[in-house]
């Protein structure tokens, strides 16, 4: 079977409830952050972005929060369905390099 | 956003030999990088695969050991030369659109199992 998330932190929920999945950043120069949903054997999927310029960003059934101070990072996921199911990882960027440099990820699983 | 295809999706070889990997875009794009994603991990970046020159490698990969081509705007390849247990991973491409976007997209990846 895949082995992604195999040893990630791992968050649980009943189906219906909302998430939320927390990550801490490294850099304060870090200007742009980015969550990535991966399903098992598949690659790192967008969800949604945020830019250091705003603290909160909304998509559908997906809020981004930025807390700067603290260097913090979190994607809620309202009302979780098992197709949620997933490891999620937070990625950052700098303004002036094209890299991301990816968090280590959380394993979402999504119980009935 | 941007169709991403790799090949092979997977792999499984001997110790000692090489694998080419490659990555192939449906548009043109600006920028294009390797990442390598081992067992349980997060991502990691290898490379970024410039157009018509060397690749850019990050601390920890060599271009003996990976080498990259990258000969236009929506194709690049991944060599894992020399290959040992520990490059049991998978390898993934991403691709930045322009320069306007910071957003990378990713290809569903090659999964390396080395024996």
């Known amino acids: 079977g895949e082995s992604v998330g195999l040893h990630l932190p791992t968050l649980s929920v009943q189906e219906g409830d909302n998430s939320i999945i927390n990550c801490a950043y490294s850099?304060?120069?870090?200007?742009?952050f980015i969550w990535y949903k991966q399903e098992s054997g598949k690659g790192p999927q967008f969800i949604i972005d945020?830019?250091?310029?705003?603290d909160k960003r909304q998509g559908q059934r997906v809020t981004v929060l930025l807390n700067k101070t603290v260097k913090h990072l979190s994607l809620q996921i309202a009302a979780t369905q098992p197709g949620d199911s997933a490891v999620y990882f937070c990625?950052?960027?700098?303004?002036?390099?094209?890299?991301?440099?990816f968090g280590t990820g959380t394993r979402l699983q999504v119980f009935p | 956003s941007a169709v991403i295809s790799q090949k092979p999706s997977r792999d499984i070889c001997q110790r000692g030999t090489s694998l080419t990997i490659q990555c192939q875009v449906d548009?043109?794009?600006?920028?294009m990088f390797w990442y390598r994603q081992q067992p349980g991990q997060s991502l990691t970046l290898i490379a970024t695969?410039?157009?018509?020159?060397?690749?850019?490698?990050e601390s920890g990969f060599v271009i003996d050991k990976f080498p990259i081509s990258r000969p236009n705007l929506t194709f690049s390849t991944l060599t894992v030369s020399n290959m040992s247990p520990e490059d049991s991973s998978i390898y993934l491409c991403?691709?930045?659109?322009?320069?306007?976007?910071?957003?990378?997209?990713f290809g569903p990846g090659t999964r390396l199992t080395v024996l």
């Open positions: 991403s691709v930045l659109l322009s320069r306007r976007t910071d957003t990378q997209y």
């Open positions: 850099n304060s120069a870090s200007d742009y």
């Open positions: 945020i830019r250091s310029n705003m």
């Open positions: 990625a950052e960027n700098s303004y002036n390099t094209d890299k991301l440099i």
């Open positions: 548009s043109q794009v600006t920028m």
């Open positions: 695969a410039n157009q018509g020159s060397e690749a850019t490698y």
